[in-house]
């Protein structure tokens, strides 16, 4: 296999650190990577704050529901959909101005942009993670960033069009991290269709699902869920942190959209 091949089936969410830092020179090789990410009309619709203060590391730690190990990561990016920056250029630039001239009214940043630049932030975001990974460096998404708009908007100073869309932490796996077997994945047939969307049916659903719920019957089942369904339901799609999610991100696009 080659070796891009290789970094991109082997790598794996790492979330246990060595004690460790991150070279400038490979800190720096990755961010090149991230960005020459792909973006949207070369616009690089985002913006990356990197957390060096230890402080606000911890405060992640909690915001980010409660998951301690973003305060031992060596290395914490923040990546933004940024529409601010292009915005304030074009006031800069006198759009408003030449937009009265045209008798045309100047539009904001609304729901395409915001989805656009969560493209490009996302986008470059998986760059790092890869580019890392080729330096043998680990790495985890936080989604939990979504969540408690008003704490990071305040935490990271950001104006009106900048989304925290993802956070990623990096650092060198531990033995136990790097000896951890990879997760798996769904059977391609289930995710990847030919033409247009296949809805699966019912039946279809023991097949997709059979490996994970034989590893659930090795588990205990203390939520009382029957199946891999239920349990997902109860832990991640109606759990506290997702109902937060969804309130901090209804702010977020109240804001933007305001
Ligand atoms: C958008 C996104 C958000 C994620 N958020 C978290 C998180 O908050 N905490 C965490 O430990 N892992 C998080 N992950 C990592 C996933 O749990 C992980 O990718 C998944 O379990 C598959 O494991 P693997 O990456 O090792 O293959 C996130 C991944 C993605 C893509």
């Given at each position: 296999?080659?070796?891009?091949?290789?970094?991109?089936?082997?790598?794996?969410?790492?979330?246990?650190?060595?004690?460790?830092?991150?070279?400038?020179?490979?800190?720096d090789?990755i961010l090149q990577a991230t960005l020459r990410a792909p973006t949207a009309g070369n616009m690089m619709l985002y913006s990356i704050v990197d957390?060096?203060?230890?402080?606000?590391?911890?405060?992640?730690?909690?915001?980010?529901?409660?998951?301690?190990?973003?305060?031992?990561?060596?290395?914490?990016w923040l990546f933004v959909a940024d529409y601010q920056r292009w915005y304030d250029y074009f006031?800069a630039s006198?759009?408003?101005?030449?937009?009265?001239?045209?008798?045309?009214?100047?539009?904001?940043p609304?729901?395409g942009d915001l989805f656009l630049a969560c493209c490009d932030a996302l986008i470059a975001a998986q760059n790092a993670v890869?580019a890392?990974?080729?330096?043998?460096?680990?790495?985890?998404?936080?989604?939990?960033?979504?969540?408690?708009?008003?704490?990071?908007?305040?935490?990271f100073?950001l104006p009106?069009y900048a989304f925290p869309i993802c956070?990623l932490?990096?650092?060198?796996?531990?033995?136990?991290?790097?000896?951890?077997?990879?997760?798996?994945?769904?059977?391609?047939?289930?995710?990847?269709?030919?033409?247009?969307?296949?809805?699966?049916?019912?039946?279809?659903?023991?097949?997709?699902?059979?490996?994970?719920?034989?590893?659930?019957?090795?588990?205990?089942?203390?939520?009382?869920?029957?199946?891999?369904?239920?349990?997902?339901?109860?832990?991640?799609?109606?759990?506290?942190?997702?109902?937060?999610?969804?309130?901090?991100?209804?702010?977020?696009?109240?804001?933007?959209?305001?």
């Amino acid at each position: 296999m080659n070796e891009v091949m290789d970094v991109l089936m082997k790598r794996k969410s790492v979330r246990a650190y060595e004690d460790r830092p991150i070279s400038a020179e490979v800190r720096d090789a990755i961010l090149q990577a991230t960005l020459r990410a792909p973006t949207a009309g070369n616009m690089m619709l985002y913006s990356i704050v990197d957390v060096t203060d230890q402080q606000v590391k911890d405060r992640l730690a909690v915001s980010c529901d409660n998951q301690p190990f973003i305060a031992r990561a060596p290395m914490v990016w923040l990546f933004v959909a940024d529409y601010q920056r292009w915005y304030d250029y074009f006031l800069a630039s006198g759009v408003e101005a030449m937009c009265a001239q045209k008798d045309m009214s100047m539009r904001k940043p609304a729901e395409g942009d915001l989805f656009l630049a969560c493209c490009d932030a996302l986008i470059a975001a998986q760059n790092a993670v890869i580019a890392a990974e080729a330096f043998g460096v680990g790495s985890c998404y936080i989604g939990d960033i979504m969540e408690q708009y008003e704490v990071h908007r305040e935490l990271f100073d950001l104006p009106q069009y900048a989304f925290p869309i993802c956070l990623l932490v990096f650092g060198y796996p531990t033995q136990q991290q790097k000896d951890r077997e990879l997760t798996s994945r769904f059977d391609e047939k289930f995710i990847v269709f030919e033409n247009r969307y296949h809805r699966l049916e019912a039946q279809e659903f023991g097949e997709m699902f059979a490996e994970r719920e034989g590893l659930r019957a090795k588990g205990r089942n203390a939520d009382g869920s029957a199946n891999v369904g239920q349990a997902t339901y109860l832990r991640k799609f109606n759990a506290d942190f997702t109902q937060e999610m969804t309130r901090s991100v209804q702010l977020m696009l109240q804001e933007w959209l305001k």
